[in-house]
């Protein structure tokens, strides 16, 4: 501690330990948005594939800043989002501990690319998974014992859940067949209404626009880009020791004190960074593309030149985006391909910037594999005229 005058911030966060590898690959919502019964019923979150990263133009409304009226430009990140397929619900009972499983309902038929999801080796497998429950379905028996645990669910749950799974055959950039599974909390309503409303839904695709619209804040959970194993300097941002240093210099110079004769958890040590679980609040959505519409393309008011969202070239490392998309503001964390939630935000939104209301006036879809000049194939033609064959 020689030499310290005043005062030494530490470096990194405590708050994030350990920093290990994330059990998970797909990102859990730790918490839901606070339940309102008064409001209709309605899913809070949702499944989404990142794509890729662009940039718009747009025009600031934000009267008193000397941005107010004037250009801005932006990064925005793509994220496709295929309409999810509820294919069950799990009812929920609030205990001292915490909330405890009641039951859960299944729906009567399971695409292949959910039961895969219970499988570690598919085409292996005897592929018998829900064989047995879907014949509940066809006795009367059966059908009988399915609405008794719905009624035990009307009757003892507090929280409902769906079972959702997102449709991962429809995505052209992937080349995984196994579906990823969630529970997506419904908020609004009494206990049956939520049951009811859960039911009526079942083996139904739910489009993204039927829980977040334009210009709202919401939540992105996932996985970060994995680094491997970094050392201190990298991975908490420590000063580099002198030149001179004997031994190395991307080091920490000392680890602690003789006694307490043990290194504190607080030092700085080398070890695995990235592929950490994250929550990324208040992320405004700029644009919901919806596909074979015209919100799936790139035109904007000002811009009427006739170009699809993906860039020339497709979105380096992923590909095409064919189906529904979500553009939000700025970066999100994940490699292409990896799979985000987006979550409704959890707090009421007052802030400009939550309210403001985003008029886009250019979406940039030039090549994304290095310094892309053109907009459409047509410009490129047009300057370049016919290139040999």
Not at 37 to 43: A, I, T, Y
Not at 78 to 83: A, G, M, N
Not at 208 to 235: C, H, N, P, S, W
Not at 241 to 265: D, E, Q
């Amino acid at each position: 501690m020689s030499h310290r005058k005043f005062e030494h911030p530490r470096h990194g966060s405590l708050g994030f330990l350990p920093r290990k590898r994330a059990r998970r690959h797909r990102g859990k919502v730790k918490s839901f948005p606070r339940d309102d019964p008064s409001r209709p019923c309605k899913l809070t979150a949702f499944l989404g594939y990142k794509a890729g990263m662009t940039h718009i133009v747009r025009e600031v409304e934000k009267p008193g800043s000397k941005l107010h009226k004037k250009e801005t430009c932006e990064a925005v990140t793509v994220i496709e989002t295929p309409p999810m397929v509820i294919v069950g619900m799990v009812g929920y009972i609030k205990t001292p501990r915490g909330l405890r499983t009641l039951n859960t309902v299944w729906a009567q038929h399971l695409s292949e690319e959910v039961r895969r999801r219970f499988y570690k080796n598919w085409y292996r497998a005897k592929k018998k998974a829900f064989t047995k429950y879907a014949k509940k379905y066809d006795s009367e028996e059966g059908k009988k014992e399915i609405q008794a645990e719905l009624e035990k669910m009307k009757k003892y749950a507090t929280v409902i859940r769906v079972l959702a799974h997102t449709q991962i055959k429809k995505m052209n950039g992937l080349k995984q067949k196994k579906a990823h599974l969630m529970e997506i909390q419904v908020n609004g309503g009494t206990v049956p209404q939520k049951v009811d409303y859960a039911y009526s839904f079942f083996e139904k695709q739910v489009p993204i626009d039927a829980l977040f619209q334009k210009d709202e804040m919401i939540d992105v959970i996932g996985v970060t880009k994995g680094k491997g194993y970094e050392g201190v300097v990298t991975r908490w941002g420590v000063t580099r020791l002198p030149r001179k240093t004997h031994r190395g210099l991307r080091k920490v110079a000392c680890i602690g004190a003789w006694h307490p004769a043990r290194v504190s958890f607080t030092v700085a040590r080398a070890g695995q960074n990235g592929y950490h679980h994250r929550t990324e609040m208040n992320k405004k959505i700029y644009k919901i593309g919806k596909k074979d519409q015209e919100s799936h393309n790139a035109m904007t008011e000002f811009d009427r030149t006739e170009k699809d969202i993906t860039p020339m070239g497709g979105f380096p490392h992923y590909g095409i985006v064919k189906d529904d998309y979500v553009m939000i503001r700025g970066c999100c964390m994940g490699t292409k391909k990896r799979v985000v939630t987006l979550r409704q935000s959890l707090l009421k939104q007052t802030s400009r910037t939550a309210l403001e209301e985003i008029k886009l006036k250019f979406i940039d879809t030039s090549s994304k594999f290095g310094h892309g000049r053109f907009q459409t194939i047509q410009e490129k033609a047009k300057i370049f005229g016919k290139l040999k064959a």
